[in-house]
């Protein structure tokens, strides 16, 4: 998802997304503990992922605190 996208999203629905997306990164990594490691060129992209939503909720706390 592009960062465009991502801005047009809800704190709630980030942090949703975040959380989802780490549980799917769970399951890649016990996949690939366990020899079925079919899916490992899908973790890159999803810790991309974690980290624009991530920083665009820090930009926002910021944005919140330097605002009031």
Do not use: C, N, Y
């Amino acid at each position: 998802m592009k960062a465009s996208k991502v801005r047009e999203l809800t704190d709630q629905e980030l942090e949703a997304e975040v959380r989802d997306i780490e549980g799917q990164i769970w399951k890649l990594r016990f996949q690939a503990a366990t020899g079925q490691a079919e899916g490992l060129r899908k973790l890159r992209p999803l810790r991309k992922e974690i980290a624009r939503a991530k920083t665009i909720l820090r930009e926002r706390e910021l944005s919140e605190a330097h605002g009031k």
